[in-house]
């Protein structure tokens, strides 16, 4: 083989290399393209949380800068979507109060939501001698008084979309629930159970 046939060969082989990686890039652009417009056309909207009532069993200053609280909570969840699916992982669910959270994280059963379906779940919060900042105290008691106590039960999670085959990656799903107690003077120590009809909606933030 000559030289300049050695030469030919090589543009030939270059030629070729050019047009795969060219064809490669055209089919990435072309694929991305369609999930954006599918994506674009489809506009998933983030799933609709509402508390519907709280039960307070137990929510005391037990001992100085220790909380117990004893709640259990019903909330349900929609998903808006005709055409998009909506898998729920990990939701870890809690009840906070004044920025602190009081309660441990229930852990809520792994679920999938279907088009315009809702789901509901009624799960227990406790805490036992949850260390609280030193001003909790006396701040429990200024809401007693003023007859309005605001508890928060938030969700942190991870959700996942789904269009026909075809399931996205994961995204976080915050979920905030406040709910405002009436009291007359004291709230729940030792005795029975206080239930709470609130129908409250909640504010969700999926990223």
Known sequence: MTGRDCNQHYDYEERRMRRI???LLGLIVVVAFVVFLVW???HPHGPRFVLQDVTINDFNISQPNFLSSNLQVTLSSRNPNDKIGIFYDRLDIY???RNQEVTVARLLPSTYQGHLEATVWSPFLIGSNVPVAPYLSPALNEDLIAGMVLLNIKI???????VGSWVSGGYHL???CPAFITVTGKLVGAGPAIKYQLVQRCAVDVS
């Open 21 to 23: 990686v060219w064809g």
């Open 40 to 42: 674009a056309i489809l």
């Open 95 to 97: 009840a906070t109060y």
């Open 174 to 176: 915050h979920v905030n």
């Open 156 to 162: 942190d999670g991870w959700v996942r979309w789904k």
